[in-house]
Antibody, heavy 124, light 107 residues
């Protein structure tokens, strides 16, 4: 069974840093694109960034709102994905979801498995 | 950035109703669109990808259509478990973007 479990969320002051982890099981995460998607309280979904699969060199993409502040990394030996967040702002307050992307109909276009999410609260 | 506009943002409906939700893209995205269902306190669930392909295990009362800039999610006969928020997402170009969501509530 495919499972994604996020951890590392919590309360942090503006300007602070936090590292989120996503432990994958039931599949080899390095064979898939992996994403971070967030949702501010009572708001819609916002794509944060992507880490491509091993075959594509684990290269990354980021939303403009987090570029330069957030870094996505992977550890194949732990079958895990990470999100290093720095210079945090109150607008970064959200539930952060780890997502697996499968290759469907020839493209990496199926956000087919989501973790339960971890809440990050940025507040003084 | 490609903007996705969902309409309506809120919908009140009854069990058995036929429902249609629209998602309009600010520029053409071919068929690179997905639909998700989200219930309160839960993660989104993939319903449809490439605009019209039903994800494995999703009931056939859900269907998607469209291409270019206009897309539609249809629920042919609303069931009690379908009351939720629905999101569209474009995967055509970065940044990947989502629509604002459509909340479906019981009338």
């Amino acid at each position: 069974e495919v499972q994604l479990v996020e951890s590392g969320g919590g309360l942090v002051q503006p300007g602070g840093s936090l590292r989120l982890s996503c432990a994958a099981s039931g599949f080899i995460s390095s064979d898939y694109y992996m994403e971070w998607v967030r949702q501010a309280p009572g708001k819609g979904l916002e794509w944060v960034g992507r880490a491509r699969d091993k075959g594509n060199g684990y290269t990354t993409e980021y939303a403009a709102s987090v570029k330069g502040r957030f870094t996505i990394s992977r550890d194949a030996s732990q079958n895990s994905l990470f999100l290093q967040m720095s210079s945090l702002k109150t607008d970064d307050t959200a539930v952060y979801y780890c997502v697996r992307v499968a290759k469907c109909s020839g493209g990496w276009n199926c956000f087919d498995s989501w973790g339960q999410g971890t809440l990050v609260t940025v507040s003084s | 950035d490609i903007q996705l506009t969902q309409s309506p943002s809120f919908l009140s409906a009854s069990v058995g109703d036929r429902l249609t939700i629209s998602c309009r893209a600010s520029q053409g995205i071919s068929n690179d669109l997905a639909w998700y269902q989200q219930k309160p306190g839960k993660a989104p669930k993939l319903l449809i990808y490439t605009a019209s392909t039903l994800q494995y295990g999703v009931p056939s009362r859900f269907s998607g259509s469209g291409s270019g800039t206009e897309f539609t999610l249809t629920i042919s006969s609303l069931q009690p478990e379908d009351f939720a928020t629905y999101h569209c997402q474009q995967l055509n170009s970065y940044p990947l973007t989502f629509g604002g969501g459509t909340k479906v509530e019981i009338k």
